[in-house]
């Protein structure tokens, strides 16, 4: 079945440490993106991609870096520059490129929960 | 910036009852898109509506875009427990934008048995 996975599912951070947070996706869309959710809030977006080795910084993309090797991978990393990481991070993917390609619904990773130690 | 906002924020039903959660934005709705989540897991997608007066179903849930598409609505018949969750609402933008989403809050749904 095709799906988009996240790793792993809860993430423990000590403070000065950089984590990284995995989502692979086997739909062969062409967008990714990376938003995370607060308690009582919507989602916010935090780094997006439309295509491989290209990605756009998103509303909250301080503290944050990705990378897009691969059309089905983008990587999350929280760096220690972001003060505040406890969230649950999710990951989704579309097909086309963003309007390009015509509205596309997103599919959306379990998600991971990321804490501080 | 376009904001879309959620209501109620909370709902508690009896099992069998309908419901209606709304959702209003404070710009035109280029798409509107329907996710359920539950808690501590990934969003679910249900239903996208793009034109004005556009309706969809599936099973027992309907949504709406109004005419103006400013304002969307999601309707439960004959609730149950496995409607349960969170429900979400996010706006794509126009053509020639980025291709993600903004979201509303959610609204919280809890069916009692």
């Known amino acids: 079945d095709g799906g988009i996975t996240q790793s792993p599912k809860y993430l423990f951070r000590k403070e000065g440490q950089n984590v990284t947070l995995s989502c692979e996706q086997n739909?062969?869309?062409?967008?990714m993106y990376w938003y995370r959710q607060d308690p009582g809030q919507g989602l916010r977006l935090i780094y997006y991609s439309q295509i491989v080795n290209d990605f756009q910084k998103g509303d909250i993309a301080e503290g944050y870096s990705v990378s897009r090797e691969k059309k089905e991978s983008f990587p999350l990393t929280v760096t220690s520059a972001q003060k505040n990481p406890t969230a649950f991070y999710l990951c989704?993917?579309?097909?086309?490129?963003?309007?390009?390609?015509?509205?596309?619904?997103?599919?959306f990773g379990d998600g991971t929960r990321l804490s501080i130690l | 910036s376009q904001e879309l906002e959620q209501s109620p924020q909370s709902l508690i039903v009896q099992e069998g009852k309908n419901l209606t959660i709304n959702c209003t934005s404070s710009?035109?709705?280029?798409?509107l898109y329907w996710y359920k989540q539950k808690y501590g897991e990934g969003l679910i997608f249900l239903m996208m509506?793009?034109?004005?007066?556009e309706e969809k179903s599936h099973e027992k849930i309907t949504a709406k875009l109004d005419e103006k598409k400013q304002q969307s609505s999601l309707h439960i018949t004959a609730s149950q427990p496995s409607h349960a969750g969170i429900y979400l609402c996010g706006a794509g933008g126009p053509r020639g934008s980025q291709g993600n989403l903004i979201f509303g809050k959610g609204t919280k749904l809890s069916v009692k048995p």
């Open positions: 989704a993917s579309s097909n086309g490129q963003g309007w390009a390609g015509g509205n596309q619904p997103q599919h």
């Open positions: 710009k035109t709705l280029y798409g």
């Open positions: 739909l062969n869309h062409d967008a």
């Open positions: 509506l793009q034109k004005g007066g």
